[in-house]
Nanobody
Framework: QVQLVESGGDLVQAGGSLRLSCAASGSIFSMSAMGWYRRAPGKQRELVAAISAGGNTNYADSVKGRFTISRDNVKNTVYLQMNSLKPEDTAVYYC?????????????WGQGTQVTVSS
């Protein structure tokens, strides 16, 4: 059974930085794609960043140049470094794991961590 546990969400001022972490249980982490989604109040869920098992990354246009996704296959952990945060980045951020980047939304999800950016 796979479990994903996010941490690192907080209240931060605009222009600040946060690093989210997602620790995964189970033995399939290194073979899995990982991703970060977010859901803001009144908005649709958005795939923010994803990283394949091979380390290829992709990002939503809204965060390119500001966010960086990375993974540590020894610690079974995926990270999301968020810099130059904006109030519109305020959302609940969810970690996901799947067989591929294309199937992230249909696979395993964490419980979410709140990120609030004040202006």
């Amino acid at each position: 059974q796979v479990q994903l546990v996010e941490s690192g969400g907080d209240l931060v001022q605009a222009g600040g930085s946060l690093r989210l972490s997602c620790a995964a249980s189970g033995s399939i982490f290194s073979m899995s794609a990982m991703g970060w989604y977010r859901r803001a109040p009144g908005k649709q869920r958005e795939l923010v960043a994803a990283i394949s098992a091979g380390g290829n990354t992709n990002y939503a246009d809204s965060v390119k140049g500001r966010f960086t996704i990375s993974r540590d296959n020894v610690k079974n952990t995926v990270y999301l470094q968020m810099n130059s945060l904006k109030p519109e980045d305020t959302a609940v951020y969810y970690c996901t794991m799947g067989n591929s980047v294309a199937t992230l939304a249909q696979s395993y999800w964490g419980q979410g961590t709140q990120v609030t950016v004040s202006s």
